[in-house]
C-alpha cells in the first residue's frame, strides 16, 4: 500500500497506553485495510493523540486526522453541496475527533446534541466537540496563519450504529460508533464541506491545493515544545522534591493551612507544588483560584507543558479567577442566568450584589445534603473539587469565605496571604476568624525572597523607606546581582538590550514584562479596551502581546511577544526583565483616585492615602528577576526625586539616564 499511516502519541504517561492510542491502534489498523483496495494511491495520514495546544479555551486535542493523498477516488458517495457523485477525488482533509467511550446507557440526545453521564455530572459532548474544533482552528491561525476547513467528528468507540440511530432517528450528524471505516469517516467530513467540481471531477481538498499549509500543520504538532527561561525554571520547581511541601500534605486536609510572606517569597509556586502532589499523589482535584486574569493565563501557560489532565471525571490541576468561579456559582444556583460582563461600569456593584444573594443561599439555607446535590448536579463537574488553594487570600471579601467555607469546609482550604497587597480593598482577610481550636495550620511565614536578585530587593527595600513603608524582605545570597535603569521614555534600543538579555541568559521573549499606566488604556468604538500605543509600538519593531485587550483575557502569548499589562494586572506576575512605564503617572492616577476604606475613616486622610499608594507601588517593583526599567513622565515629580536619590546612593547597580 503507497498511503502510508502515522501514529503519534503526545501522551506525557509512557508507562500505559491511554485510552486515544487504544483508540488510535484499531483505527490505524482498520484504515489500513480499508485502502489496500486503492493500489494506485499514494500519500500520508497522521493519526496524532492527546495534542496539547496552548493559549486556547480548550488546551486538549483527543485525536486529529490529517492527510495528503492522491489518485484516491471513492466511488458512489453523498456530498453536501452536489449530492450523490458517482466519484469522488479525495486530497487533503483534516479533522479533530473527540472520544467518547460511554456505554449507551449513559449517552442521551438532546435536540441535536449528545449529552454523556460521568459518575456526578453530565457533560454536553457535542459542545465539548464544537469547543475543541474552534480552539484548535485559532491554535492554527495563530501558531502558523493557517485556515484549513477543519471538521469535527464525535466518535463514541463504546456505541454501535444501531445505538446512535436509535438517539437521533434518520438524521446524520458527526457522530461515528465504535468500528467505522474509512468510508464512513469521509462521509461524516462531506457533510460538514462543500467539495469542489473542476472539470467534471469532485474533489475534496481541505487545503485547497497548499500542500505546505499540510506540512507546516504536522511539522507543528511531531516537533516538540519545551518549556524556556523563568517558564523552564518554574516547570522544573513543579517537578522538584520540597520539605516545605512534605509538610503541608501531612496537614492538608485536616485543617485550614495558611501560608504567609511577601511578594516573591515563592508563595505560588508553592501552591502548584502542593496541587500538583495531591493531584499525583492521592488522585484528587485541585482548583487555584487568583484575583487577576493575567497571573491566570501565566499559570495556564505553565500547566500545559505539564502531564497534569484537564478531564472532569479523574485527578486535575485547574485555575480560575475568583470572579469567574462565583459567577459560576451563581449561575449553578440561579442567582444569575448570564454571566455578569467585566466591561460595564457597574460591574463591582452589580457583582458584590449578587455574590450578597449568593451567600444569603449558600450560607444561611442550604444544608449539607443540599452542598451535596448542588455539587453532583453541576455542569461539567466545575465545583466538585477536592481542594480550594487560594492566592493573594488576604483581598478576598468575607462573604466569598463563607460561602467557600460553607461548600467546601475550611479543612479543604490552603490559602496563600500576601500580607499588605491589595487590589480590592484596603483591609486585610483574616482566614482564621471565626475557627476552633486544632481547625487552623499556620507553617512559619516565608520571607526569604526567591524571585529578585539581591539589588532588586535592595532597591525596593530602600524606596520602601524613603516613602516611609513598613516593608522588608530578606536578599538571597543565592541570587546575587540586578540593575535598574531609569529613563525618560521606553525606546526600541532598551528594548533591543533587554532582548538580547534574555538571549544571553537563556530566557525568551515571553519573560520581558511591560507595564503601563490607565492613562494608556483606550476603548474601541465597541467598548473593547486596547494599549493606546500599540500600533506605534509595532511599528517601532517593539512586538507585543496586548494583554490589556479584552478579547485576549483568557488566552496567552504564544509567537514569542513580550507581554504588555496594565499595572493593575502585574499582581502575581513575574519578569526576567519588567517595565514600568511612566511610574510617576501611574503614582499620581492612584493618589487622584483613591478611595478610603470605611475601617479608615477619622484617621488622617492623606497620611492613610500616601501609605496605601506607595505601598501599592511596591507591587509592579517587586516582578522583576533580573533587571528593571523605570521611565518617567516628570523626573522632578516627588518619585522622580526618590528614584534620583536612590541612584546616587546605589550608583553601582541604579542607573540615571535622564538628562537635568
Same mark, same amino acid.
Request: proline share 3%.
Given at each position: 500500500?503507497?498511503?502510508?499511516?502515522?501514529?503519534?502519541?503526545?501522551?506525557?504517561?509512557?508507562?500505559?497506553?491511554?485510552?486515544?492510542?487504544?483508540?488510535?491502534?484499531?483505527?490505524?489498523?482498520?484504515?489500513?485495510?480499508?485502502?489496500?483496495?486503492?493500489?494506485?494511491?499514494?500519500?500520508?495520514?497522521?493519526?496524532?493523540? @492527546?495534542?496539547?495546544?496552548?493559549?486556547?479555551?480548550?488546551?486538549?486535542?483527543?485525536?486529529? %486526522?490529517?492527510?495528503? %493523498?492522491?489518485?484516491?477516488?471513492?466511488?458512489?458517495?453523498?456530498?453536501?453541496?452536489? $449530492?450523490?457523485?458517482?466519484?469522488?477525488?479525495?486530497?487533503?482533509?483534516?479533522?479533530?475527533?473527540?472520544?467518547?467511550?460511554?456505554?449507551?446507557?449513559?449517552?442521551?440526545?438532546?435536540?441535536?446534541?449528545?449529552?454523556?453521564?460521568?459518575?456526578?455530572?453530565?457533560?454536553?459532548?457535542?459542545?465539548?466537540?464544537?469547543?475543541?474544533?474552534?480552539?484548535?482552528?485559532?491554535?492554527?491561525?495563530?501558531? =502558523?496563519?493557517?485556515?484549513?476547513?477543519?471538521?469535527?467528528?464525535?466518535?463514541?468507540?463504546?456505541?454501535?450504529?444501531?445505538?446512535?440511530?436509535?438517539?437521533?432517528?434518520?438524521?446524520?450528524?458527526?457522530?461515528?460508533?465504535? $468500528?467505522?471505516?474509512?468510508?464512513?469517516?469521509?462521509?461524516?467530513?462531506?457533510?460538514?464541506? #462543500?467539495?469542489?467540481? @473542476?472539470?467534471?471531477? +469532485?474533489?475534496?481538498?481541505?487545503?485547497?491545493?497548499?500542500?505546505?499549509?499540510?506540512?507546516?500543520?504536522?511539522?507543528?504538532?511531531?516537533?516538540?515544545?519545551?518549556?524556556?527561561?523563568? *517558564?523552564?525554571?518554574?516547570?522544573?520547581?513543579?517537578?522538584?522534591?520540597?520539605?516545605?511541601?512534605?509538610?503541608?500534605?501531612?496537614?492538608?486536609?485536616?485543617?485550614?493551612?495558611?501560608?504567609?510572606?511577601?511578594? $516573591?517569597?515563592?508563595?505560588?509556586?508553592?501552591?502548584?507544588?502542593?496541587?500538583?502532589?495531591?493531584?499525583?499523589?492521592?488522585?484528587?482535584?485541585?482548583?487555584?483560584?487568583?484575583?487577576?486574569?493575567? =497571573?491566570?493565563?501565566?499559570?495556564?501557560?505553565?500547566?500545559? +507543558?505539564?502531564?497534569?489532565?484537564?478531564?472532569?471525571?479523574?485527578? *486535575?490541576?485547574?485555575?480560575? *479567577?475568583?470572579?469567574?468561579?462565583?459567577?459560576?456559582?451563581?449561575?449553578?444556583?440561579?442567582?444569575?442566568?448570564?454571566?455578569?460582563?467585566?466591561?460595564?461600569?457597574?460591574?463591582? +456593584?452589580?457583582?458584590?450584589?449578587?455574590?450578597?444573594?449568593?451567600?444569603?443561599?449558600?450560607?444561611?439555607?442550604?444544608?449539607?445534603?443540599?452542598?451535596?446535590?448542588?455539587?453532583?448536579?453541576?455542569?461539567?463537574?466545575?465545583?466538585?473539587?477536592?481542594?480550594?488553594?487560594?492566592?493573594?487570600?488576604?483581598?478576598?471579601?468575607?462573604?466569598?469565605?463563607? %460561602?467557600?467555607?460553607?461548600?467546601?469546609?475550611?479543612?479543604?482550604?490552603?490559602?496563600?496571604?500576601?500580607?499588605?497587597?491589595?487590589?480590592?480593598?484596603?483591609?486585610?482577610?483574616? !482566614?482564621?476568624?471565626?475557627?476552633?481550636?486544632?481547625?487552623?495550620?499556620?507553617?512559619?511565614?516565608?520571607?526569604?525572597?526567591?524571585?529578585?536578585?539581591?539589588?532588586?530587593?535592595?532597591?525596593?527595600?530602600?524606596?520602601?523607606?524613603?516613602?516611609?513603608?513598613?516593608?522588608?524582605?530578606?536578599?538571597?545570597?543565592?541570587?546575587?546581582?540586578?540593575?535598574?535603569?531609569?529613563?525618560?521614555?521606553?525606546?526600541?534600543? *532598551?528594548?533591543?538590550?533587554?532582548?538580547? #538579555?534574555?538571549?544571553?541568559?537563556?530566557?525568551?521573549?515571553?519573560?520581558?514584562?511591560?507595564?503601563?499606566?490607565?492613562? /494608556?488604556?483606550? /476603548? &474601541?468604538?465597541?467598548?473593547?479596551?486596547?494599549?493606546?500605543?500599540?500600533?506605534?509600538?509595532?511599528?517601532?519593531?517593539?512586538?507585543? +502581546?496586548?494583554?490589556? #485587550? #479584552?478579547?485576549?483575557?483568557?488566552?496567552?502569548?504564544?509567537?514569542?511577544?513580550?507581554?504588555?499589562?496594565?499595572?493593575?494586572?502585574?499582581? $502575581?506576575?513575574?519578569? !526576567?526583565?519588567?517595565?514600568?512605564?511612566?511610574?510617576?503617572? =501611574? %503614582?499620581?492616577?492612584?493618589?487622584?483616585?483613591?478611595?478610603?476604606?470605611?475601617?479608615?475613616? &477619622?484617621?488622617? @486622610?492623606?497620611?492613610?492615602?500616601?501609605?496605601?499608594?506607595?505601598?501599592?507601588?511596591?507591587?509592579?517593583?517587586?516582578?522583576?528577576?533580573?533587571?528593571?526599567?523605570?521611565?518617567?513622565?516628570?523626573?522632578?515629580?516627588?518619585?522622580?526625586?526618590?528614584?534620583?536619590? =536612590?541612584?546616587?546612593?546605589?550608583?553601582?547597580?541604579?542607573?540615571?539616564?535622564?538628562?537635568?
Amino acid at each position: 500500500m503507497s498511503i502510508k499511516i502515522h501514529r503519534v502519541s503526545f501522551a506525557q504517561d509512557k508507562t500505559l497506553p491511554s485510552r486515544e492510542d487504544k483508540a488510535a491502534i484499531v483505527l490505524q489498523q482498520r484504515f489500513e485495510n480499508d485502502l489496500e483496495q486503492y493500489t494506485n494511491a499514494k500519500g500520508d495520514i497522521y493519526i496524532l493523540t @492527546s495534542i496539547r495546544i496552548f493559549g486556547q479555551k480548550r488546551d486538549d486535542i483527543d485525536i486529529l %486526522i490529517i492527510g495528503l %493523498i492522491e489518485n484516491l477516488a471513492i466511488k458512489s458517495i453523498h456530498t453536501k453541496n452536489y $449530492g450523490l457523485v458517482n466519484e469522488l477525488n479525495i486530497r487533503s482533509f483534516i479533522a479533530n475527533i473527540e472520544l467518547k467511550s460511554h456505554t449507551a446507557i449513559d449517552v442521551e440526545h438532546e435536540g441535536t446534541d449528545y449529552i454523556v453521564r460521568y459518575k456526578n455530572c453530565k457533560e454536553n459532548a457535542s459542545q465539548q466537540c464544537r469547543e475543541a474544533k474552534f480552539s484548535l482552528f485559532n491554535h492554527l491561525n495563530d501558531q =502558523l496563519g493557517v485556515k484549513p476547513f477543519l471538521c469535527d467528528i464525535l466518535w463514541f468507540n463504546g456505541l454501535h450504529q444501531f445505538d446512535i440511530n436509535k438517539m437521533r432517528g434518520v438524521v446524520l450528524d458527526n457522530a461515528l460508533p465504535s $468500528g467505522f471505516s474509512f468510508r464512513e469517516f469521509v462521509s461524516v467530513m462531506l457533510q460538514q464541506t #462543500n467539495v469542489v467540481l @473542476s472539470k467534471d471531477i +469532485y474533489i475534496l481538498d481541505s487545503f485547497n491545493g497548499n500542500k505546505e499549509d499540510y506540512k507546516s500543520i504536522v511539522d507543528l504538532f511531531t516537533q516538540r515544545r519545551e518549556p524556556l527561561g523563568l *517558564t523552564k525554571s518554574k516547570f522544573e520547581l513543579l517537578s522538584q522534591k520540597s520539605t516545605d511541601v512534605d509538610k503541608l500534605m501531612k496537614e492538608v486536609g485536616s485543617k485550614l493551612t495558611i501560608v504567609k510572606g511577601r511578594a $516573591g517569597t515563592g508563595k505560588t509556586i508553592q501552591l502548584l507544588q502542593l496541587a500538583f502532589r495531591l493531584a499525583d499523589e492521592r488522585s484528587c482535584r485541585c482548583l487555584l483560584l487568583t484575583y487577576n486574569h493575567a =497571573l491566570v493565563s501565566d499559570i495556564k501557560r505553565l500547566i500545559d +507543558y505539564t502531564p497534569m489532565p484537564s478531564k472532569v471525571d479523574g485527578r *486535575t490541576v485547574s485555575i480560575k *479567577t475568583i470572579d469567574s468561579f462565583f459567577q459560576n456559582l451563581m449561575r449553578e444556583t440561579g442567582v444569575i442566568n448570564d454571566s455578569l460582563s467585566p466591561l460595564s461600569d457597574n460591574y463591582k +456593584y452589580i457583582y458584590n450584589l449578587k455574590l450578597q444573594e449568593l451567600y444569603g443561599f449558600v450560607v444561611n439555607e442550604c444544608s449539607k445534603e443540599d452542598i451535596d446535590v448542588l455539587k453532583d448536579s453541576a455542569e461539567n463537574h466545575f465545583i466538585d473539587w477536592d481542594y480550594i488553594l487560594i492566592d493573594e487570600a488576604q483581598d478576598f471579601s468575607d462573604m466569598e469565605k463563607k %460561602i467557600l467555607f460553607k461548600v467546601y469546609g475550611s479543612h479543604r482550604m490552603i490559602v496563600a496571604d500576601g500580607v499588605d497587597q491589595f487590589m480590592r480593598s484596603n483591609t486585610p482577610q483574616r !482566614w482564621e476568624d471565626g475557627l476552633k481550636d486544632g481547625e487552623l495550620w499556620k507553617p512559619k511565614d516565608m520571607d526569604l525572597e526567591r524571585r529578585q536578585k539581591a539589588n532588586l530587593v535592595t532597591f525596593v527595600n530602600s524606596f520602601a523607606q524613603l516613602a516611609n513603608i513598613d516593608w522588608k524582605v530578606k536578599p538571597n545570597d543565592e541570587l546575587p546581582g540586578g540593575k535598574i535603569l531609569i529613563y525618560p521614555n521606553f525606546r526600541k534600543s *532598551t528594548y533591543d538590550n533587554l532582548i538580547n #538579555n534574555c538571549k544571553r541568559n537563556g530566557c525568551e521573549n515571553y519573560d520581558i514584562l511591560i507595564l503601563q499606566p490607565p492613562t /494608556r488604556v483606550e /476603548r &474601541g468604538n465597541d467598548g473593547e479596551r486596547h494599549f493606546a500605543l500599540a500600533e506605534a509600538y509595532e511599528s517601532k519593531g517593539i512586538t507585543i +502581546y496586548d494583554g490589556i #485587550n #479584552n478579547k485576549l483575557r483568557t488566552t496567552y502569548p504564544t509567537k514569542g511577544q513580550c507581554r504588555l499589562y496594565q499595572y493593575d494586572s502585574c499582581r $502575581g506576575l513575574e519578569g !526576567w526583565c519588567v517595565v514600568c512605564a511612566e511610574f510617576d503617572d =501611574l %503614582i499620581k492616577y492612584k493618589m487622584d483616585t483613591y478611595t478610603p476604606d470605611e475601617n479608615s475613616l &477619622g484617621l488622617d @486622610s492623606d497620611i492613610i492615602k500616601r501609605r496605601n499608594v506607595f505601598l501599592w507601588a511596591l507591587m509592579p517593583l517587586t516582578r522583576p528577576v533580573d533587571t528593571l526599567v523605570i521611565t518617567l513622565k516628570d523626573p522632578n515629580s516627588e518619585i522622580g526625586k526618590m528614584l534620583k536619590q =536612590l541612584s546616587v546612593i546605589y550608583k553601582d547597580f541604579v542607573e540615571w539616564n535622564i538628562n537635568s
